[in-house]
């Protein structure tokens, strides 16, 4: 790994994307961390010698002209992406009948659409740099058929089919493509509900056949390991990290 090396992780500043920098940063990997508020990482107690390997980073994933520009700052200050995890991302509890247009657009541009072009914007960089490795974020909601999580279900099935095609197509450059799907993770977004005594805890727990929801550090180091010797033979698959929910009966 050279010096000058940085993988970019987007949705950074906080939640799983927060997690996975600090995993990746732990591993002793620079990290270009992008949100739409530039934020780093809000990883409390991170060692002083993890925040130095993160690299602020100010872009909006649904605005792909902002991304690109945002990829060509980081070559232009000297970095050497290697990496991209596609991370950022919304979601949208709604009644599939009165869902509106508006509501779709905004699940399927940050979850999916933008996973597509962030690919595209990266992939120049690492062509140059002989290759690299590419995490895109699903969820385990990919195959399910959720009440009130059309556009949610419909943007996370998409990450798993363009993590296929690109995997595929662009091995021959040496660039590998990864689907982390995660289930239930307790982060800011959800907090409320899963932590216990929240209204989601008790069923979660008879739920999950590991009978805790994941932490975004579960999320955080399966998503570092890709960028390990563990990763070298791994494409175009997608990893459930859910402790067994998506698989019980
Ligand atoms: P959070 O809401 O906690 O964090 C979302 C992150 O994405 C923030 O850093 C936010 O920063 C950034 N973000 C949102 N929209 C944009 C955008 N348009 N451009 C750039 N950055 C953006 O989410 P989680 O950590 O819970 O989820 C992260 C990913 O994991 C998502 O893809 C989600 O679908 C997936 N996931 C989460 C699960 C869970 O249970 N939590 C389960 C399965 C999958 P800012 O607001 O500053 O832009």
């Known amino acids: 790994m050279s010096e000058r090396e940085c993988i970019v992780v987007t949705g950074a500043s906080r939640g799983i994307g ?22 780093l990482p809000a990883s409390a107690g991170a060692a002083a010698d993890v925040i130095e390997h993160w690299i602020p980073a100010k872009a909006d994933v649904t605005d792909p002209a902002a991304f690109a520009a945002a990829l060509r700052k980081l070559a232009d200050d000297g970095w050497i992406i290697k990496g991209l995890v596609n991370n950022a991302g919304v979601h949208i509890d709604a009644s599939s009948a009165e869902m509106s247009l508006e509501q779709w657009h905004q699940v399927m541009d940050t979850n999916a659409t933008s ?27 990919d195959k399910l058929g959720v009440k009130r999580n059309l556009a949610y279900c419909a943007s996370k099935a998409a990450v798993g089919a363009i993590t296929r095609c690109l995997a595929v197509e662009w091995a021959a450059k040496g660039i590998r493509v990864m689907d982390i799907a995660p289930g239930y993770i307790v982060t800011d977004l959800n907090a409320d509900s899963m932590t216990e005594g929240g209204p989601l805890r008790a069923y979660l727990d008879k739920r999950i056949p590991g009978r805790r929801p994941g932490s975004a550090a579960d999320v955080g180091a399966l998503v570092a390991s890709m960028f390990t010797p563990a990763g070298s033979f791994l494409t175009g ?13």
Not at 116 to 129: D, G
Not at 237 to 249: M, P, R, S, W
Request: aromatic share 6%.
């Open 18 to 39: 927060a997690a996975i920098a600090l995993a990746l940063a732990q591993q002793g990997r620079h990290v270009a961390c992008i949100s739409r508020s530039g934020a």
């Open 115 to 141: 996973v597509m072009t962030a690919c595209q914007a990266v992939y120049p960089h690492l062509v140059a740099a002989s290759g690299g490795m590419i995490v895109n974020i699903g969820s385990f909601f």
């Open 237 to 249: 698959e997608t990893i459930y990290v859910d402790g067994g929910q998506a698989v019980a009966h």
